[in-house]
């Protein structure tokens, strides 16, 4: 499809590339600008991509957004060793409608997918996350949504779509493709109890703030299994972004950028997606956290193990399990040493679930299975197989 529609990088940024280090990231993206226009697709890796909408906001006070800053930031730092072509597209504008601009965002995404490229995202309110989801549509399979945020936002499906419905929206609207949504970073506090007890309900994962920063590397495993990745920027502490709309809890940036390894690690992550930039107080700092936070994001890519399914692979180890009336079957990396356990199949006739039928796990899980306790996110995963 035709990009025309996509907003050039602003020619100051543009000319700002043009006077870094040659050995810059700046130097390095291929970059949309009005002289040269769009940048060609072939063999790029890695699209950045910028949406300009934020009217869905429950705060939205007619604030118009820039991401100048984040794209000086970005092309100032220095790629690690990396392997991967990057090019930047430039912005998405609002369109007329919120939903136009939904659209717009999705044929673009839709696109990238198709030719196998992982979109950056930076976007205004989350529930951009929608547009993300739906450009997966095209491929007619199951997917799985990790949501970095201290809330859940399920919201009121009955009423329009706003930042703080969006995951509501995805679950209840056809064609239902979502098959797990996990929450990383939630607060008890800013969530109602109905909505924790719907996301027991639904067999849906997720991990209080408190659990991740005492030990950030359980996400790895969330990582793993995940189609699709957004991180709220309201997930920070007020520390590390002074908002009005911070809480003074929240991920610092070490743990933040942690988590957006974990997802470039992964080899399933096909879109990655930074929300609720706003007008902040420190825009320089919000600016190069989230470019730090997509630095980090590629390097995770360029270290990915090409494992979607360790079982082909003649040097995994594999182990049976006998736990009640079940016979719990693990593989063991030989490469990585990483962990799957294997979810039994139901054959419903819904092809769109077959290719979950193994779940990355831990060691941890292996031991306590050995010790007679069914792994909490194998038994979820199983109950949704069987739905």
């Known amino acids: 499809m035709s990009f025309e529609f996509l907003s050039p990088v602003s020619d100051l940024v543009a000319a700002h590339s043009m006077l870094l280090s040659d050995q810059s990231l700046g130097k390095q993206i291929k970059i949309h600008t009005e002289e040269l226009g769009i940048p060609d697709l072939d063999n790029v890796d890695i699209a950045i991509l ?37 090019i930047d597209l430039g912005d998405v504008n609002p369109g007329e409608q919120v939903n136009d601009t939904y659209f717009l965002m999705q044929e673009v995404l839709s696109t990238l997918v198709q030719r196998n490229i992982i979109p950056l995202i930076i976007g205004g309110s989350q529930d951009l996350v929608y547009a993300q989801y739906r450009s997966f549509d095209i491929l007619e399979r199951m997917v799985n949504l990790v949501n970095v945020d201290s809330r859940f936002d399920l919201g009121n499906t009955a009423e ?23 929450n990383i970073g939630y607060q008890t506090y800013f969530n109602p109890q109905e909505e924790i007890d719907l996301i027991e309900k ?24 995940a189609d699709i990745v957004s991180i709220d920027l309201q997930a920070m502490s007020a520390a590390c ?34 929300y609720e930039f706003k007008n902040f107080k420190r825009e320089e700092i919000t600016s190069l956290l989230v470019a730090e936070i997509f630095w980090y994001f590629i390097e995770g890519v360029n270290y990915r193990s090409n494992e979607l ?22 593989y063991k990396s030989y490469k990585t040493e990483r962990w799957w356990i ?40 199983k109950r949704k197989n069987e739905v």
Not at 61 to 73: A, E, H
Not at 162 to 170: A, C, D, L, P
């Open 50 to 86: 910028g949406v300009k909408e934020n009217r869905n906001d429950v705060n939205f006070l007619g604030q118009s957004l820039n991401f100048d800053t984040i794209r000086t930031s970005l092309y100032d730092l220095f790629p690690g060793n990396w392997r991967t072509n990057i």
């Open 160 to 182: 329009s779509i706003m930042n703080t419905s969006f995951v509501g929206k995805i679950i209840v609207e056809q064609p239902y493709n979502l098959f797990n949504y996990s």
């Open 202 to 225: 639904l067999y849906f994962d997720a991990y209080r703030l408190g659990e991740v920063v005492s030990d950030v590397t359980i996400v790895e495993p969330i990582m793993r299994d």
């Open 241 to 274: 972004l002074d908002n009005n709309y911070m809480s003074p809890n929240g991920f610092n940036g070490r743990e933040i950028c942690a988590i957006a390894r974990y997802a470039g690690i992964s080899d399933k992550v096909k879109s990655f997606g930074v």
């Open 309 to 330: 399914d360790v079982r082909t692979d003649p040097g995994t180890l594999h182990y049976n399990v006998p736990i009640e009336n079940e016979v719990l079957s693990f």
């Open 342 to 381: 294997e979810i039994p199949f139901i054959s419903s006739g819904n092809n769109k679930l077959k290719r979950h039928t193994l779940l990355p796990c831990t060691y941890n899980d292996y031991e306590r299975a050995c010790n007679q306790e069914i792994p909490e996110r194998w038994y979820k995963a």
